[in-house]
């Protein structure tokens, strides 16, 4: 990668210094990305990039912080981008007092299996991959009509923190990924679409045909659908919808919008039930099957796993170190800087408190709704209230069959739901964005499309 930041930071710290700029922040990140794409078994929307950019913050002797973001990393491009920064501090907020986090000089935590970092495979490799792949699935069945969702990419890249404190810290990581989500239709019925993602640390441990087939399955199951009657049912969420579900409403455990009071919580929901008791809800940035760990925010505040909901009691909110220290909590590591520092999770992982023998499995349960995927997550969702009324790809569960379902949404209240959880799944499965089991609710309305 071209971008050395030991050179960027020594540049930075004299371009301050002749501009009389005593404290500074900076958080950055290059990464260098090779994709391709497949259509009609032909390579299609090749690409090959290098991006970069920072984001610079600066004090002035009010203590008011001036901010900008840059991606022209020349030293023309960081002398503007103090002088945008220095300017614009004289407009910053009197009231919010942003500081260098208290764990800025902190070590970030060692992994013992930390990737090491290869050379990114070429588009010509990731080319013949993604063609195959598209290859497999079109043949499969003349029901295939086309993939017109597929990409192999793999990437490195380098996140950087340092400020004018003496503060360095640098993380390097490597991912690769491929999607596939295909069209197929059978005769006199509406076109289907279903598909699959997958991670892996690099190219070489990815499995692309794998992804290909579970996408062949995923949709295959749909083909066969019928309509759902309205009603009140009891839900079954797969790991991957269930997570997703949680992100929408991530604001119950943000500090940020706690003090913005954009939150479904507030500064006096610590140590209150808000859940299943056998549900518990962690974020865990370092946990050994994240492929995409990352190992400080951008203050440079190390992460480390944060218990957010135990035995269904919520235990802790996702903080800044301006958020920790005006609710008078610990740093979390979930800052992102900007004009406003805001949070958000990093890796959330569901699990049950208990370890139960008796495994349940929805197919010899009756009268079911099991959802695989929900979509219009932006605008069927009301953060601030926690209600949601999302469609959904799922099936129809009854009499030892799995029917998939025409179209249909599933409605209801976030909190409520949490408290709805009837069972937990003692299998956890490893996402993209997570790790849970399945989880089961009492009871949710779904209508049909």
Wanted: proline fraction near 3%; include cysteine; charge should be negative.
């Amino acid at each position: 990668m071209s971008l050395h930041i030991e050179h960027l930071k020594s540049e930075i710290q004299k371009i301050a210094s002749e501009k009389s700029i005593y404290k500074y922040d900076v958080y950055g990140s290059q990464k260098e990305e090779n994709s391709a794409s497949a259509k009609n078994k032909e390579p299609f929307s090749l690409t090959s990039s290098i991006r970069a950019f920072l984001i610079l913050r600066v004090w002035n002797i009010k203590h008011q912080v001036g901010v900008t973001r840059t991606s022209n990393l020349t030293n023309e491009g960081l002398r503007e981008a103090f002088d945008l920064a220095k300017s614009s501090s004289e407009f910053g907020s009197l009231e919010n007092i942003y500081e260098f986090s208290n764990e800025c000089q902190k070590e970030i935590q060692k992994i013992e299996n930390k990737n090491e970092i290869n050379k990114i495979a070429t588009i010509q490799d990731l080319v013949k991959e993604v063609i195959a792949a598209e290859e497999k699935i079109l043949n499969y069945s003349d029901k295939f009509k086309s993939v017109p969702y597929n990409k192999v990419s793999e990437s490195i890249s380098s996140r950087f923190y340092f400020n004018s404190d003496g503060a360095f810290k640098v993380e390097n990581s490597q991912m690769s990924f491929c999607y596939f989500y295909p069209l197929a239709q059978e005769i006199e019925k509406k076109t289907r679409q279903s598909g699959q993602l997958e991670i892996a640390k690099n190219f070489s441990s990815l499995d692309v045909s794998g992804c290909a087939e579970k996408a062949i399955v995923k949709t295959k199951n749909h083909l066969d659908y019928a309509p759902i009657k309205n009603g009140k049912y009891t839900v079954i969420f797969s790991p991957e919808a269930f997570l997703d579900l949680i992100n929408a409403f991530s604001n119950f455990m943000n500090a940020q919008n706690i003090l913005d009071k954009k939150s479904l919580s507030h500064k006096e929901s610590i140590g209150k039930q808000i859940a299943n008791p056998e549900f518990c809800l962690l974020d865990s940035p370092l946990h050994p099957k994240n492929i995409s760990s990352i190992y400080f925010d951008e203050e440079g505040t190390p992460t480390r796993e944060v218990t957010i909901i135990e035995n269904g009691i919520l235990k802790s909110f996702i903080h800044s170190s301006y958020t920790a220290k005006v609710l008078e909590s610990q740093l979390t590591g979930h800052a992102h800087i900007g004009s406003k520092v805001t949070v958000s999770p990093h890796y959330l992982h569901v699990k049950s408190n208990k370890k139960s023998s008796n495994t349940k499995n929805y197919l010899e349960e009756n009268n079911l709704i099991y959802i695989e995927s929900l979509s219009a997550l932006h605008a069927g969702v009301n953060e601030l209230q926690g209600s949601f009324s999302l469609p959904f790809d799922g099936f129809y569960i009854n009499e030892n069959k799995k029917i998939s379902i025409e179209a249909a949404t599933v409605a209801g209240d976030f909190l409520a739901l949490l408290n709805d959880i009837s069972y937990i799944h003692g299998e956890e499965v490893v996402t993209p964005n997570g790790v849970s089991p399945e989880i089961w609710v009492k009871e949710l309305s779904i209508t049909g499309l």
